[in-house]
């Protein structure tokens, strides 16, 4: 049989791929330990654990890792940013943003993207592939590897939109939930979407445990369809009714994430906001201001000034919603959210 890639399953996919190689349960644990739990490159070093059983290993299985092409680490807030090169030498970013003691890492789930969104510099290069699932579990274990930094918390908010990338994205979700692996809280893995609708319902449809944020940007249609492309297949109605959806099926004690990207004289008057009230009713949500991070691709976008954010904020009451205004860590050295093109120099 071909070897296995032990990095695109969870343990329990993993041990019936393999269940007629004759490598016992224990062998597949520890080998499955070895290349999650340590987030290990090579099968080096695991022959004094296992020295009768490691030739059946490198037989049954793949061990696939990405290699770091270079690093950046912001003097303001400590975020990481690591460049990985793919095997076909692409190239992509992945985030690692520190709190406290533990850590959030944003990871990409393409290189490049096909949504056009005006605010994004990952928009710029367009899709130039789908990443595989284990290309996007591997960026959590090179990140803990440069970082020693507990990750508690993943959200797919890097380059590419994740929905687009369906499967492999949930793959990687499952795997990172995964208790041998990196074992982290369903709660705190966050799958972000521009809205492709189809996926939204089919996530619900298969109750699928983590949560979503929806990148809104603007509830006014020509405005959306000006800054985000997708407005066109999927019109904001559309949109609202999958929101909405997604709502009931949290129950009555759960919030929705709505993903606002600020940006200055384009989306912040009263206009902006009664639009959200309109288009979102009842639905309990969260308005996740993002300000936004000037990119190369738009000169023409501005940042909000602190003033314009303060009173867009201040607008943003009399929807009687929680609002918080997202810090975008690493923004100093590109970083930040919008910023993602793997393109150093």
Known sequence: MNPVDIKSGTFEQIRQAVAESGLSDEAVRRAYLWAHADGRTSWKGLEGKLPR?????????????????????????GTLNLLLRLPDQRTIESVLIPHWGNATLCVSSQ??????????????????????????????????ERSGRRITDVVFMGMGEPFHNYERVLAAADIFHERRAAGISARRITISTVGLVPQIHRFIDERRPYRLAFSLTSAIPEKRRALMPITDRFPLAELADAIRRYASSLGTRRWVTIQYVAIENRNLDWEDVQAIGELLGEVPYIVDVVPFNPIAAAPELEPPTTESLHAFTKKLRILNRPIKVRHSGGKDMGSGCGQLAARWG
Not at 112 to 134: D, K, V
């Open 111 to 144: 290189a490049g993207c096909a949504m056009a969104c005006r605010f994004c510099e990952t928009a710029s290069i367009g899709l130039q592939r789908q990443l595989g699932t284990w290309e996007i579990v591997d960026q959590l274990y090179r990140a803990q």
């Open 53 to 77: 059983r490691i030739d059946e290993i490198r037989r049954t299985f793949s061990l696939p890792s990405l290699s770091i092409a270079d690093e950046r680490v912001s003097g303001v807030d």
